[in-house]
């Protein structure tokens, strides 16, 4: 399946990576529409939580990111941050320096 979108989103929580409940969101990331894959991030001396994200389109990568994501903002009381991007514009300038994310 083709990845048309790209996410960034990060959770504005000072909570150590190990402690954050990412079994649990997983789980329910792993139910979203047309998510393809998740690689999660630990803020440096932040702490804050958060990933970057492929989605089958751009359609899909909105629906999760405006229904979905608030949702574990709010269960963790905090503000979140989250930036959509055209995955199709960047795939030829990505292929040459072996992104992962156009294998």
């Known amino acids: 399946m083709s990845q048309e979108a790209f996410v960034y989103t990060e959770l504005q929580v000072n909570v150590p990576f190990d402690q954050a409940p990412w ?3 997983n789980s329910r990331l ?6 393809l894959s998740k690689t999660w991030l630990s803020g440096i001396h932040t702490n804050t939580v958060g990933g970057l994200y492929g989605f089958d389109t751009i359609e899909n990568a909105r629906k999760v ?3 979905y994501i608030p949702t574990e903002a709010a269960n963790f009381n905090c503000a ?3 930036r959509i991007f055209d ?3 960047v795939e030829e300038a990505s292929r040459p320096l072996h992104s992962p994310f156009f294998v």
């Open 30 to 35: 792993e139910k979203q529409p047309g998510i």
């Open 87 to 89: 995955a199709s514009e």
């Open 65 to 67: 990111m405006l229904d």
């Open 80 to 82: 979140f941050y989250t």
């Open 23 to 25: 079994r649990e969101i």
